[in-house]
């Protein structure tokens, strides 16, 4: 086996994991008790996908699949705590997991559609979404350097949303 294999599983599983966990983590919240019990649970589900990555057939989608281990998590953590009587039936986990991965869907276009309006954008502008949404600097530092008061500063940026949020809505009804 080459040494290689090993290495670029990983680096597909992180990349993949990476990619949803927020999603999986949501899911995880929507179907369980409480927060604290919807950490220990995730961390559970990150431990087994980690553990189950070798056996992860790469044809399946992830989400999907990550979030059937992440619902087995759920009930298992339920049934070990005797909360069974508090867990969503079969067919109400089963709606929230397909609407979780629709839903992830959806978002996944949204998100390709405002890359590609953000590039449309005037450099000047691209630049100030940027730096106003990269959360390194404060709204207040921002409109400092660029000789302005912070309140303009919101109003442009509320134009620039406006415009590419109207931008993304029309890519999406072109696809």
């Known amino acids: 086996m080459d040494h290689q294999e090993p290495q670029l599983a990983q680096e597909d599983f992180v990349a993949l994991f990476t990619a949803n966990q927020r999603r999986i ?6 179907i369980s008790p409480s927060w604290a019990d919807a950490d220990e649970i995730f961390q559970r589900v990150c431990l087994v996908l980690w553990k189950k990555w070798p056996s992860y057939e790469h044809e399946d ?9 992440a ?3 759920v009930v298992k953590f339920m049934s070990q705590r005797s909360r069974r009587k508090e867990i969503y039936s079969d067919e109400a986990l089963d709606s929230i997991q397909t609407r979780t991965c629709e839903m992830s869907a959806d978002l996944n276009e949204r998100m390709v559609a405002l890359e590609r309006c953000v590039k449309k954008l005037p450099e000047e502008q691209q630049d100030l979404v940027r730096r106003c949404y990269s ?3 404060k ?15 919101y109003l442009k940026l509320q134009r620039i949303r406006k415009v590419l949020h109207q931008c993304v809505d029309k890519s999406l009804a072109e696809m």
């Open 71 to 73: 619902r087995f998590e």
């Open 25 to 30: 983590f949501g899911f995880v919240v929507s």
């Open 61 to 69: 989608k992830f989400l999907a699949w990550a979030l059937q281990i």
């Open 139 to 153: 709204i207040k530092e921002i409109a400092e350097a660029i000789g302005i008061n912070a309140q303009n500063l």
């Open 135 to 137: 959360g390194t600097q």
